[in-house]
T-cell receptor
Framework: DQQVKQNSPSLSVQEGRISILNCDYTNSMFDYFLWYKKYPAEGPTFLISISSIKDKNEDGRFTVFLNKSAKHLSLHIVPSQPGDSAVYFCAANGHGSSNTGKLIFGQGTTLQVKP | NAGVTQTPKFQVLKTGQSMTLQCAQDMNHNSMYWYRQDPGMGLRLIYY???????DKGEVPNGYNVSRLNKREFSLRLESAAPSQTSVYFC???????????FGDGTRLSIL
């Protein structure tokens, strides 16, 4: 039972254009969402997060949108750069675990930004 | 600033062998986590330690044990390795609630 889903295994965009990565979740009790970026042979690195009390959070080229009614979040990267090519994971804070930080991850989306 | 350090980086085991994966963090974080990453499945939580002296099971704990040796170190042990445990293992830590976890670079484990 996949509680956090990234339905697009891969995405390819042109340098300078917008990249939109999507994530859906099923548990309405999730209250904190994160995006991680992962390069090959490295660990995931934190990118941006959003609390369930907000619907948008922005950090430079990266913006995360949260639609609680649809149980959907998205990560927008604009403009996309070749260095953004990586695997992107969304993650959610598990129900009743705000104090332990247990995260549930999606399967990941591989982003390729073409020069 | 090393962050989260995992050793070894690579290991090949035979079925039935035992192995301990080491993890240490130098950020004075309270909570530590062990995940495994398999193709098409994202990261799944094996065990975690919310604070020094406590450990709890995650999604996929069977076949593993953990030890929170002190605040810095959190080890993962495979008592009798099985081919299904072939995976990339990541350790993570964080300071407190609603802060992001910081990950090590992983241990790539193959069990023949």
């Amino acid at each position: 039972d996949q509680q956090v889903k990234q339905n697009s295994p891969s995405l390819s965009v042109q340098e300078g254009r917008i990249s939109i990565l999507n994530c859906d979740y099923t548990n309405s009790m999730f209250d904190y969402f994160l995006w991680y970026k992962k390069y090959p042979a490295e660990g995931p690195t934190f990118l941006i997060s959003i609390s369930s009390i907000k619907d948008k959070n922005e950090d430079g080229r990266f913006t995360v949108f949260l639609n609680k009614s649809a149980k959907h979040l998205s990560l927008h990267i604009v403009p996309s750069q070749p260095g953004d090519s990586a695997v992107y994971f969304c993650a959610a804070n598990g129900h009743g675990s705000s104090n332990t930080g247990k995260l549930i991850f999606g399967q990941g989306t591989t982003l390729q930004v073409k020069p | 600033n090393a962050g989260v350090t995992q050793t070894p980086k690579f290991q090949v085991l035979k079925t039935g062998q035992s192995m301990t994966l080491q993890c240490a963090q130098d950020m004075n974080h309270n909570s530590m986590y062990w995940y495994r990453q398999d193709p098409g499945m994202g990261l799944r939580l094996i065990y975690y330690s919310a604070s020094e002296g406590t450990t709890d099971k995650g999604e996929v704990p069977n076949g593993y044990n953990v030890s929170r040796l002190n605040k810095r170190e959190f080890s993962l042990r495979l008592e009798s390795a099985a081919p299904s445990q072939t995976s990339v293992y990541f350790c993570a830590s964080k300071r407190n609630s609603n802060q992001p976890q910081h990950f090590g670079d992983g241990t790539r484990l193959s069990i023949l």
